[in-house]
T-cell receptor, first 114, second 114 residues
């Protein structure tokens, strides 16, 4: 069965530190999609990245980077030089090719202290 | 362009009542999905509509229903409300179910059942 695990419930770091959020997934499909979303206190889920199962290239966008490793079924997210505005809950999600719904991890609450 | 609009933002209802939530997708998007978010269960898929047809349904009781109109706007209805239905209800839109461009979410409707 499909499943997404975000083992870190809450992470607290001081501003300017680097932080990595872990995501491990389970699926039987060979074609699937992985997502990261950010949820600030306002509640809206903000799309950060989508990656399909055939593209294992790492992605960098400004201070954000993602490491996708099929061998370990992981899709980790790193924020470099964190800022207070990065404080939010971050969700990892999986969508299988056979089923379009998003399967969500429990989320990681990230607290960046000034 | 306008984002996904959900109305109302907040709602307080009494047990046993029914409620209707509305979602207007991004112009041109034809797929609308609904998710329930609670502290205990996290984010869970409710249903997905495309071209006025329900394509997929999550594991929720029949009290939860929805529909989509010809202009792609969607409504979800919850009848005979229970305390456990208190949650943030999020709507997401995409071009179509298979686009995987990254679902765009609205700010949600926070429903409180008393």
């Amino acid at each position: 069965a499909q499943k997404v695990t975000q083992a870190q419930t809450e992470i607290s770091v001081v501003e300017k530190e680097d932080v990595t959020l872990d995501c491990v997934y389970e699926t039987r499909d060979t074609t699937y999609y992985l997502f990261w979303y950010k949820q600030p206190p306002s509640g809206e889920l903000v799309f950060l990245i989508r990656r399909n199962s055939f593209d294992e290239q790492n992605e960098i966008s400004g201070r954000y980077s993602w490491n996708f490793q099929k061998s370990t079924s992981s899709f980790n997210f790193t924020i470099t030089a964190s800022q207070v505005v990065d404080s939010a809950v971050y969700f990892c999600a999986l969508s299988e090719n056979s089923n379009y719904q998003l399967i969500w991890g429990a989320g990681t609450k990230l607290i960046i202290k000034p | 362009k306008a984002g996904v609009t959900q109305t109302p933002r907040y709602l307080i209802k009494t047990r046993g009542q029914q409620v209707t939530l509305s979602c207007s997708p991004i112009s041109g998007h034809r797929s609308v999905s609904w998710y329930q978010q609670t502290p205990g269960q996290g984010l869970q898929f409710l249903f997905e509509y495309f071209s006025e047809t329900q394509r997929n349904k999550g594991n929720f009781p029949g009290r939860f229903s929805g529909r989509q109109f010809s202009n792609s706007r969607s409504e979800m209805n919850v009848s005979t409300l229970e305390l456990g239905d208190s949650a943030l209800y999020l709507c997401a839109s995409s071009l179509d179910p298979g686009s995987r461009d990254g679902y765009t979410f609205g700010s949600g409707t926070r429903l409180t059942v008393v």
